[in-house]
C-alpha cells in the first residue's frame, strides 16, 4: 500500500485545514486508515482512525469535537478536517494503514505511513 498525503500549510490559530490521504497498491488489504502527527521533539501521536469498510471512527480526546475523519472508498482516498486549529496543533501529519482492527491508536499496528505532510499553526 502507498500513501500520499497532502493538504497542509501555514493558518492562523482559530482557522481549518483539510488534510488527505490518497491510497493506491493493495489497497483491499487496508482495514483501518489512520491520522498520527508528529511535533518537534515529542513523540508520534495518535490523531484519528477510521475503518474502510464502515462508519466506525476514533479519536484522540484532545482533538475529539475539532477534528473529523472521514473517507472516500470509490477515491480510496481519507481525510482529516481540522477546525479550531491551535498553535499546539503544529505538527508533521501523517496517514498510515493497517490490515487490523486491533490497538489501532497505536503507530505500531500500522505497516505502511505516508510521507507526512507539515502543518504550522500561527498564534
Known amino acids: 500500500v502507498q500513501l500520499q498525503a497532502y493538504g497542509g500549510g501555514l493558518v492562523q490559530a482559530g482557522g481549518s485545514l483539510r488534510l488527505s490521504c490518497a491510497a493506491s497498491?493493495?489497497?483491499?488489504?487496508?482495514?483501518?486508515m489512520g491520522w498520527f502527527r508528529q511535533a518537534p521533539g515529542k513523540e508520534r501521536e495518535f490523531v484519528a482512525a477510521?475503518?474502510?469498510?464502515?462508519?466506525?471512527?476514533s479519536y484522540s480526546g484532545s482533538m475529539k469535537g475539532r477534528f473529523t475523519i472521514s473517507r472516500d472508498n470509490a477515491k480510496n482516498t481519507v481525510y482529516l478536517q481540522m477546525n479550531s486549529l491551535k498553535p499546539e496543533d503544529t505538527a508533521v501529519y501523517y496517514c498510515?494503514?493497517?490490515?487490523?482492527?486491533?490497538?489501532?491508536?497505536?503507530?505500531?499496528?500500522?505497516?505502511?505511513w505516508g510521507q507526512g505532510t507539515l502543518v504550522t499553526v500561527s498564534s
Open positions: 477510521i475503518s474502510w469498510s464502515s462508519s466506525a471512527a
Open positions: 497498491g493493495r489497497t483491499f488489504s487496508s482495514v483501518y
Open positions: 498510515a494503514s493497517t490490515g487490523s482492527s486491533v490497538n489501532i491508536i497505536a503507530p505500531s499496528s500500522y505497516a505502511y
